[in-house]
């Protein structure tokens, strides 16, 4: 099935001239995670509820979209009903790469029409709308009904207590998919009620083996050009793709050597970064520099998790200051200088004081 492409509509994690999750019917890696899955389909017990964590990039919705076409079709229809395959020509493929399976929901960040960018929470309306699905009687031959949700770190206060009704009473043959890309931090009474899959990294030639399958109109670059930004993408196909670009790629290393050095930040460097990263088409720019930031303190909090929580509680209090601030700036399109400059001097006070 080609994937199409033409996109009317923005959603979280779109990647220009890349399938999304559900267009991709093949999974690369996590073959322990898929196994899982199916010993639950082959038993009769299906846990109702199923929290897949790990980095992001990694293939976490690609297996919950794998999982919920196999739920969604007849198994009399498919040539290996055992496992998880369906082809890419089954009508049920087609569906759920179109979202219109009458049996499936996703619930996620998307562009609302005449809206000129995407929200920065799933809001309660969405997350209502979505699980009307279960107030229904499931049709087909499997009887489930599946909501994938991508991703739960996406969900508002009030988005989140009302998957958590569902979750904490769901209705016969319901399934809950729930991704995150950062599991300790939800609410510990969704964790609570879900099976965990924790997803490790694709290893560099994995990473390859995704990228290079990639039909038109993703372009193709070089073999050495996609070992070179596997090499720098710590297991994320999304990541990779990001440092294929070569401004990508040295935005990141400058907030890298800028971190590196937190006893004394080089402020005029910084600087010059907020300049780069405030400019009109920087969106991306700034999106890296984020994530690069946001991953240097949560390896930092992971190198130093033997000594102890009062220590690291600053590292921690930094990461949601950070996060809170960015969100804030995306809400009221605040003008970005400024915030880098914050942003900076919340990692390194943090940074200085372990």
Known sequence: MPPELVRETAE????????RPREQTRLVGHEAAEAAFVEALHSGRMHHAWLIGGPRGIGKATLAYRVARRLVADPRTLPQPDGLDVPPEHPVARQVAALSHPNLVALRRVQAPGAKSLPTRIPVEAARQALDLFAETAGGEGGYRVCIVDSADDLNANSANALLKMVEEPPPRALFLIVSHAPARLLPTIRSRCRKLMLRPLDEEQVEAVITEFPPPFIQPGLEDIAR?????EGSVARTIAFLDSATAGVVREVRMLLANPHDPDWRRIMKLADTLSGRDADELFAAAL??????LSSEI???????AARLLGLVEASDRISEKAREAAIYNLDRRPLVL???TEAAGALRDI
């Open 12 to 19: 979280a994690g779109d990647l220009p001239g890349i399938p």
């Open 229 to 233: 930004a596997a090499a720098l993408g």
């Open 291 to 296: 994530d690069t930031l946001q991953r240097f």
């Open 302 to 308: 992971d190198r130093r998790k033997g000594e102890g």
């Open 342 to 344: 914050s942003l900076f």
